[in-house]
Nanobody, 122 residues
Framework: QLQAFGGGLVQAGASLRLSCAASGRTFSSYAVGWFRQAPGKVREFVAS????????SYVDSVKGRFTISRDNAKNTVYLQMNSLKPEDTAAYYC?????????????????WGQGTLVTVSS
């Protein structure tokens, strides 16, 4: 089970850190991805990280601003979001892919957390 939290309302340029906490003892068996969905839009890949924190992947629009990391001892994946823009406004979801590599395709992920809302005002 995954639980995402840390969203909120911030002004453009601010930072937020999202957390994705997992239950269970096999967290290190899962690649984890963050996705987001804005109203009226399809779910979009944001970032992913492999099982042991190897080279992460990012969508181009967040490169240099967002950083994904994980702490397997705490069963938690983080998404540090800096220099937030109004276009980052969305519900953010974390997802886990058993034995995965951290792809950008939602269909590859087995488990999903509930969304946490990020709203960036201009």
């Amino acid at each position: 089970q995954l639980q995402a939290f840390g969203g909120g309302l911030v002004q453009a340029g601010a930072s937020l850190r999202l957390s994705c906490a997992a239950s269970g003892r096999t967290f290190s068996s899962y690649a984890v991805g963050w996705f987001r969905q804005a109203p009226g839009k399809v779910r979009e890949f944001v970032a992913s990280i492999s099982r042991f924190g190897g080279v992460p992947s990012y969508v181009d629009s967040v490169k240099g601003r967002f950083t994904i990391s994980r702490d397997n001892a705490k069963n938690t994946v983080y998404l540090q979001m800096n220099s937030l823009k109004p276009e980052d406004t969305a519900a953010y979801y974390c997802a886990a892919d058993l034995y995965g590599t951290g792809t950008g395709s939602p269909s590859d992920y087995d488990h999903w957390g509930q969304g946490t809302l990020v709203t960036v005002s201009s």
